[in-house]
């Protein structure tokens, strides 16, 4: 079969002379090799080098030798991933195409309503190169919600832990776009955002089912 790559992008795929190939492309003989696209590693914590930046990431480099061509941090605790995001877009750096969300939405934000929020998310709108936040555990039912007004507001989309509450129903209800690491479960009829649990115990939860990095529908805005 023939492949067409073009400005790093795979453009035509066929049998052996059934695609266009352009005159002045380099021909490379894969016989016995195996082509697949790049990986991309939607959970990738590569938390490298804080404060002092290094002029080349091993770890980038090992993560595009096995195939991941991009990479998502869903929480990456300090801001230096910005940085490190600038320099592979500009070439400086060898590696995956980085993504995050930037530094997670804590308690420590001290959330006390809506306009504080928007006063926390407007770093990442501003200056973070991210459309995406992550909230974790921020505070109450209140406090995740002003999270998530503030940051529709400010054209960013919330993402969610599953610490804060495990049970993604009860976050799309909250308004949450997506979530990871936790499990899902039944927002049971009567029940209270915070006190909706989800069938049995830690235990008895075994048979539902594992989750990461899940996209969930938004079923409700605060």
């Known amino acids: 079969g023939d492949i067409v790559i073009q400005d790093n992008r795979i453009v035509a795929v066929g049998p052996s002379g059934s ?4 005159a002045d ?3 490379r003989d894969m016989s016995g090799k195996t082509i697949y696209p790049g990986l991309v590693d939607i959970h990738a914590h590569t938390w490298v080098a804080w ?9 980038f480099l090992a ?24 320099l592979m877009e500009t070439g ?14 804590f308690s420590n934000d001290q959330i006390t309503s809506l306009d504080e929020a928007r006063d926390v998310l407007r770093r990442y709108s501003d200056h973070y190169n991210t459309k995406t936040i992550k909230q974790y555990m921020a505070g109450d039912r209140k406090v ?13 989309t919330p993402t969610t832990e599953g610490g804060s509450n495990p049970h993604f129903s009860t976050q799309a209800a909250f308004g949450m776009s997506g979530a990871d690491s936790g499990r899902f479960g039944q927002l049971q009829a ?3 955002a915070d006190n909706a649990t989800g069938q049995g115990s830690e235990a008895a939860q075994g048979s539902q ?14």
């Open 63 to 86: 993560q595009l030798a096995y195939g991941v061509t991009t990479q998502r941090d869903p929480q990456t605790s300090s801001e230096d991933i910005v940085t490190y995001s600038d």
């Open 144 to 156: 995740r919600q002003w999270v998530i007004m503030a940051a529709r507001e400010l054209g960013l």
């Open 190 to 192: 009567g029940d209270g």
């Open 92 to 105: 400086e750096f060898i590696g995956p195409r980085l993504y995050s969300t930037g530094p997670g939405v």
């Open 51 to 59: 404060g002092v930046h290094r002029g080349q990431i091993s770890q």
């Open 25 to 27: 492309a380099e021909v």
């Open 209 to 222: 089912t594992q989750a990461t990095d899940t996209l969930v529908p938004r079923c409700a805005r605060p």
């Open 19 to 22: 695609v266009d190939i352009p």
